[in-house]
């Protein structure tokens, strides 16, 4: 299991003043450095937190994986095409969310995802699809040519007893046997830390999570470099 690193709350810790640090890039550096297996952007239409320089910067200097989390818009898809990252990861976005709130609304809006996959792969960039764990959705993401899903663990971290999160880890689990049987690679991510991870180890299908919060509090206590270190060594377990 590989981890890539999010790096949209190192920017959002910079915007809270307005000022220049913590610069996302030296972030973004420092988590290749320690055993990131790729970078995780998100830019957002209101760019409350990654913007325009950041992404740009990154592209030039990211040296594993940057994977440029996006909304389906004709503004952010032109951005994508410009950029060309390695991974582009189609997500659902909202104005007044504090963060990503669930998975792409993919059957109702299957015509407009669809037609975003093929631009994308026309312009040679892997599309990933974020997605709630429910078998219609990842055979849906089959279906429209998506090459990856990244299943949505927001419910399972959220969880607030042991029966809950067992039943939402299932969940996760199911859904990523059944993505791995369709031929798509299987990602998961959002709210994973330091305590839940452990389970999600345990799906053989998932290749790669995607964690920025959890990383960010922790090394405001043990360093950037030690929190990173912790997390792989419970990955890697």
């Given at each position: 299991?590989?981890?890539?690193?999010n790096?949209?709350?190192?920017?959002?810790?910079r915007?809270?003043r307005?000022?220049l640090?913590?610069?996302?890039l030296t972030?973004?550096?420092?988590?290749e450095?320690?055993?990131?297996?790729?970078?995780?952007?998100?830019?957002?239409?209101?760019?409350?937190?990654?913007?325009d320089?950041?992404?740009r910067l990154?592209?030039d200097?990211v040296?594993?994986?940057?994977?440029?989390e996006?909304a389906?818009t004709?503004?952010?898809?032109g951005?994508?095409?410009?950029?060309?990252?390695?991974?582009?990861?189609?997500?659902?976005?909202k104005?007044?969310?504090?963060?990503?709130?669930?998975g792409?609304?993919i059957l109702?809006?299957?015509s407009?995802i669809?037609?975003?996959?093929?631009?994308l792969?026309?312009n040679d960039?892997?599309?990933?699809l974020?997605l709630?764990?429910?078998?219609?959705h990842i055979?849906a993401?089959s279906?429209?040519?998506?090459?990856?899903?990244?299943v949505?663990?927001g419910e399972?971290s959220?969880?607030?007893s042991?029966?809950?999160?067992?039943?939402?880890?299932?969940r996760?689990?199911?859904?990523?046997?059944?993505?791995a049987?369709?031929?798509?690679?299987?990602?998961?991510?959002?709210?994973?830390?330091y305590?839940n991870?452990?389970?999600?180890t345990?799906?053989?299908?998932i290749?790669?999570?995607?964690i920025?919060?959890?990383?960010?509090?922790?090394s405001?206590?043990?360093g950037?470099?030690?929190?990173?270190r912790e997390?792989?060594?419970?990955i890697?377990?």
């Open positions: 299991m590989r981890l890539a690193v790096i949209d709350h190192f920017a959002t810790l915007e809270a307005g000022g640090e913590p610069d996302p972030a973004a550096h420092l988590c450095l320690y055993g990131a297996s790729g970078i995780v952007c998100h830019l957002r239409e209101d760019r409350r937190h990654v913007n320089r950041d992404v990154l592209r200097t040296k594993t994986k940057l994977d440029f996006m389906i004709d503004e952010i898809l951005i994508a095409i410009e950029l060309l990252p390695d991974l582009a990861t189609l997500v659902p976005e104005r007044v969310e504090l963060t990503t709130e669930s792409l609304d109702k809006e299957a407009k669809e037609e975003a996959v093929r631009v792969h026309e960039i892997e599309v990933s974020f709630d764990p429910i078998d219609e055979e993401a279906e429209i040519g998506a090459d990856i899903v990244e949505h663990t399972f959220n969880a607030r042991q029966e809950e999160l067992i039943e939402q880890l299932e996760i689990r199911n859904a990523a046997a059944y993505a049987t369709l031929g798509l690679g299987v990602y998961a991510g959002h709210g994973l830390n305590h991870i452990r389970y999600i345990q799906i053989k299908e290749e790669e999570v995607s920025g919060h959890a990383l960010v509090a922790r405001v206590f043990v950037l470099q030690e929190a990173m997390m792989l060594l419970l890697r377990a």
